[in-house]
């Protein structure tokens, strides 16, 4: 259980959550104001004045008075019918992220439910009630309507839910739980599917899968670069200081701690005819590097939305309004979420570089074709290059942007929308691509450094292609290879091999 400030919350504290599927609950200080806004709409909703989603229709039926004898069943109608979404379900650590966000911008006190929700959702976490968020439906406009719908509808024993691995009505699981389902007052329907938790917890989760693969690219490029013979020269810290980026200075810094001590180096570091090495070895720090600085900059983004109230209307408890506002619009996560899926997209193009370059003998420096000890009677790891170059195709075109996407909806109202949702949820076929591509780089590199034999690597190093040789032996002649990319692939997205070289487990740490 961790206990979070609204407002205050960092993207380390949400990576926690999200890894250890940790439950939360609000710090006690944020319940005045929760109970001061839920006083203001209940106050409103007794009352005669129109106050949209307290005591009206929503979107294009806002001009519809509702009697205060209907509000409850106007919130209840709200969910039911925006529960349209399709496709498969969210993942279980995913949805748990954002019903963390969302408890978080309910926890600034400015939406005006009431403590009773706030605790259905702590409740919901802490035993293990999971709704099922189909993934697509959502425009990123007027909030995530559809995908924070079905989160809601679990809430109130309506949908499914998955709990103790079971998938089941919500109503079984919250009785399973020992828990009730949720009565909603004025305005909870709406203060609960208002807001871009969908897309930011898919956002963040895009982020933190782009910045492991970041830190194992780190590992992989430097033992591609010890297996092919290049130079180290690239790295020196003065170039990259000259330059001024701190992406790059720290990408060159971790490369050059990573490569200390390699006897492969120091074999050629005299009388190498080579004056330079091809960009995808020379310019590693620069193009990793600024990956990384996109990265930062989406990150800072996306924990300002976390920490943000993204509902409709606001309870401005200071000077006793409910107002209407466009909080919910998604631009600044859409924008976010097509910043990292450039930089997870280029990450993956010089990586799958160096794959093209070690596998071809002409280019490699003395490597064996396709890295096979027996070439011709093998074929090596020719088609896991092809492989690479596949996924890294579809990267490129899963890059192009979202957020200049838009379409009008419900009746015109909603005439610009951010397009954040599937933004976002791309992110996390894009990293699992990147995670096959970094994957066969360490095949190939471990290949590579092998044949140098007598010559070793440096020590880190050497620890990170001990611990690939623990799941994947050396490749002596041709076998069935798609067990061993999947298992490398699982190694990256698990951060085994840049902690098996001595890295922090985040890249965040890395050269500071």
């Known amino acids: ?99 963390v966000l969302k408890l978080l911008s309910l926890g600034r006190g400015a939406s005006g439910v009431s403590v009773s929700t706030i605790r259905q959702i702590e409740a919901m976490l802490e035993n293990g009630v999971t709704p099922v968020v189909p993934v697509q439906g959502s425009v990123g406009a007027s909030g995530d309507l559809a995908p924070l719908a079905h989160m809601a509808a679990a809430m109130i024993g309506e949908g499914e839910a998955f709990y103790e691995g079971a998938r089941l009505s919500s109503a079984d699981a919250l009785l399973n739980a020992g828990l009730e389902p949720l009565t909603l007052g004025p305005k909870e329907g709406l203060g609960l599917i208002n807001g871009t938790q969908f897309s930011t917890a898919c956002a963040l989760v895009g982020l933190f899968e782009a910045k492991r693969n970041a830190l194992e690219c780190v590992v992989s490029a430097s033992l591609s670069t010890d297996a092919i013979m290049g130079s180290t020269a690239p790295l020196i810290d003065e170039i990259h200081t000259l330059r001024g980026h701190q992406g790059q200075i720290r990408v060159a810094r971790a490369m050059r701690g990573l490569m200390e001590g390699s006897e492969i180096r120091e074999s050629h570091r005299d009388g190498d005819t080579r004056v330079q090495d091809p960009y995808c070895i020379r310019c590693q720090p620069q193009v990793t590097g600024a990956a990384l600085d996109l990265l930062d900059f989406a990150g800072r983004t996306l924990e300002i939305e976390a920490n943000a109230v993204s509902d409709n209307p606001l309870v401005l408890v200071e000077t006793g309004q409910i107002v209407s506002g466009g909080n919910f619009h998604a631009e600044p996560v859409a924008f976010a979420a097509d910043q990292i899926a450039l930089a997870v997209a280029e990450i993956g193009s010089i990586a799958q570089r160096r794959v093209a370059l070690m596998v071809d003998p002409t280019l490699s420096h003395d490597l064996p074709p396709f890295l096979t000890p027996e070439p011709g009677l093998n074929s090596g790891l020719m088609i896991a290059e092809v492989t690479t170059a596949a996924l890294m195709s579809e990267n490129k075109h899963l890059a192009n942007p979202c957020s200049t996407d838009s379409t009008p909806t419900s009746a015109n109202q909603e005439d610009h929308v951010s397009m954040a949702a599937h933004g976002a949820r791309r992110l996390l076929r894009m990293n699992a691509n990147l995670n096959a591509i970094i994957g066969v780089e360490f095949l190939c590199a471990a290949q590579g450094v092998e044949f140098r034999e007598p010559l070793q690597t440096s020590p880190a190093l050497q620890e990170a292609l001990d611990c690939i040789r623990k799941s994947v032996p050396a490749i002596k002649q041709d076998r069935f290879l798609a067990g061993d990319i999947e298992s490398m692939a699982k190694m990256v997205r698990a951060g085994s091999i840049s902690n098996a070289a001595g890295l922090p487990a985040s890249i965040d740490e890395v050269a500071l």
Not at 2 to 28: C, F, K, M, Y
């Open 1 to 99: 259980m961790i206990t979070l400030t609204p407002g205050s919350v960092t993207l380390s504290q949400l990576e926690q959550i999200w890894r250890g599927q940790l439950s939360a609950r609000l710090a006690d200080n944020a319940f005045a104001g929760i109970e001061k806004a839920a006083e203001l709409v209940a106050k409103a909703a007794a009352g005669d004045e129109a106050v949209y989603g307290v005591n009206t229709g929503f979107g294009k039926l806002a001009s519809i008075k509702i009697k205060s004898s209907d509000t409850t069943t106007l919130q209840r109608n709200l969910i039911l019918s925006h529960c349209c979404g399709v496709g498969e379900a969210l993942d279980i650590a995913t949805t748990r992220l954002m019903m």
